[in-house]
């Protein structure tokens, strides 16, 4: 998670993921840090063992399932494309984000973890949450897409008639679950729904037996 507004998308992943049983590695920025206590009513620890510890209990994580960063670990795994071979979602992704993925830059852990996965042809995912876009942004992102990153700005549908704010968060966390191929039910597929209700219908046109 980077410092671009949108927080509450980066810890639904985290906690869907969590839930779907994945072995997740969490980075934050200190950006990032902010913004979840702007946004949420979240105060992460500053240490990433803290944090680690606040995090698998909020969650539910089984012990080991998550693992936590810090910013300048170069250590972890994400950081060298020897690394476990695991998509990279980057959730909130800030246009500084967006600057030194493009421009291959990385002062910080989870920039290098973005290099490695572009570097390496794995799956990125980059959530920017920024409006409007400059050129400079829309540069980036298309840069980005011609290196093999799918930019998914947070940008959620209507479709599932949404009641409330989670529900525009889960459409957007749906469909990054869709895309790291992770079963999901926060909202039905385009379509679903619609072949549902005439299963139903098809059903209840026939006729008992005797």
């Known amino acids: 998670m980077t410092g671009a507004s949108g927080a509450p998308y980066g810890l639904r992943l985290l906690e869907e993921m969590i839930a779907a049983g994945c072995q997740v590695r969490f980075m934050?920025?200190?950006?990032?840090?902010?913004?979840?206590s702007t946004e949420t009513d979240l105060r992460l620890p500053g240490s990433p063992d803290a944090m680690q510890q606040y995090l698998e209990e909020r969650y539910?994580?089984?012990?080991?399932?998550?693992?936590?960063?810090?910013?300048?670990?170069?250590?972890?795994?994400?950081?060298?494309?020897?690394?476990?071979?695991?998509?990279?979602?980057?959730?909130?992704?800030?246009?500084?984000?967006?600057?030194?993925?493009?421009?291959?830059?990385?002062?910080?852990?989870?920039?290098?973890?973005?290099?490695?996965a572009l570097k390496e042809k794995r799956q990125l995912i980059l959530v920017p949450r920024e409006s409007?876009?400059?050129?400079?942004?829309?540069?980036?992102?298309?840069?980005?897409?011609?290196?093999?990153?799918?930019?998914?700005?947070?940008?959620?549908?209507?479709?599932?008639?949404?009641?409330?704010v989670g529900d525009l968060v889960n459409f957007i966390v749906a469909r990054l679950m869709d895309h790291l191929d992770l079963d999901q039910s926060l909202v039905a597929r385009w379509g679903e729904a619609r072949a549902a209700m005439k299963s139903s219908r098809s059903k209840s046109d026939i006729p008992d037996g005797d």
């Open 60 to 116: 539910g994580a089984e012990p080991g399932q998550l693992q936590v960063f810090g910013r300048e670990d170069w250590f972890a795994p994400p950081a060298s494309g020897s690394g476990p071979k695991a998509p990279l979602v980057i959730c909130p992704c800030s246009t500084g984000t967006l600057s030194a993925l493009a421009n291959g830059a990385s002062d910080n852990l989870i920039e290098r973890a973005g290099d490695v």
């Open 132 to 164: 409007p876009y400059s050129e400079v942004h829309l540069d980036n992102m298309l840069r980005l897409t011609r290196m093999g990153a799918i930019i998914m700005p947070a940008s959620p549908g209507f479709y599932h008639e949404p009641a409330t």
């Open 28 to 36: 934050v920025s200190r950006a990032a840090q902010v913004v979840i």
